[in-house]
Every structure is written in C-alpha cells, then in structure tokens.
C-alpha cells in the first residue's frame, strides 16, 4: 500500500506524469469540465470532499510554481481565497498568483492535464496548478 497522503490512483498518477508547466485544474462541483479533458471526479456529496481538503493533498505530492485564478474568487469567495493562500504557505510554497477573469480561466482548464472534481459547493473555488521542479 502507498506509504503517502494522497491515496488516490488516478490523481497521483496523473501528477506523476506531469513535466514542468504542465497543469492540472482543482475544481468545486460546479464547472465545466470539456469533454476533451481528463476528469477525475472525487465529488461524493456537496461539501465532500472539500476543495481546500484535497488541494492540501495534492501539495504533498506536487511541486507548483504558479496558481490561475478567477479573480472573481477575491470578492465573492475571500474566505476559499484566503484559505488557499494558507494551504500553500502551510505547505511551504509561495507560487506566482494570475489572475484571469472567470471565462477565460474555463478556457485554460481546456489545456490542463486533468481535471479534478471536488464536492466544493461555493463559488469560484476553482484553481490550475502550473507543475515546477523539485530541483
């Protein structure tokens, strides 16, 4: 059995896979997925599990250098928004924040690698993780 936090399969090897800059998108239930995009769907019940959960998760198995963000998130959802910004600090990373306007975030999530769902049922608690290096 893995010895690490993030038991999921399918999600740690899809981080597994990932070069530098290529990105992965943390989603609540609500966006959009396209079709052409890997999605894979944790969302169990509304609420379950959380975004914020399963980014703290994904940072122990994932180097990121930059986070795409709705901009809509810092007015509308500022308690996710801040929330973020812990989980990376507490995870000992400080990546460059972008800011995109919600619609154009949904077309970037057309490039990532995957998309992962979550039961997050607040708004624009959405985020792309641009992979870095280790080294």
């Known amino acids: 059995m893995k010895k ?11 981080i597994s896979k990932i070069g530098h800059t290529s990105h992965i998108t943390l989603c609540d239930a609500g966006l959009p997925i396209p ?19 399963t980014l703290d ?17 810092k007015s509308i959802n500022p308690k996710v928004y801040n929330e973020i910004l812990d989980t990376f600090k507490k995870n000992g ?3 460059k924040i972008t800011e995109v306007s919600h619609e154009n975030f949904k077309l970037i999530t057309k490039e990532s690698e995957a998309i992962v769902r979550t ?7 959405n ?9």
């Open 4 to 14: 690490g936090r993030l038991l999921n399969s399918e999600l740690s090897y899809e």
């Open 35 to 53: 079709k052409e995009v890997k999605r894979i769907d944790l969302a169990i019940e509304a609420g379950f599990p959380s975004f914020i959960k």
């Open 57 to 73: 998760a994904i940072l122990s198995e994932m180097m990121v250098e930059e986070i795409i963000l709705a901009s809509e998130i």
């Open 93 to 95: 990373m400080n990546p």
């Open 119 to 125: 039961g997050e049922c607040s708004p624009y608690a």
């Open 127 to 135: 985020i792309i993780l641009k992979s870095g290096v280790v080294f």
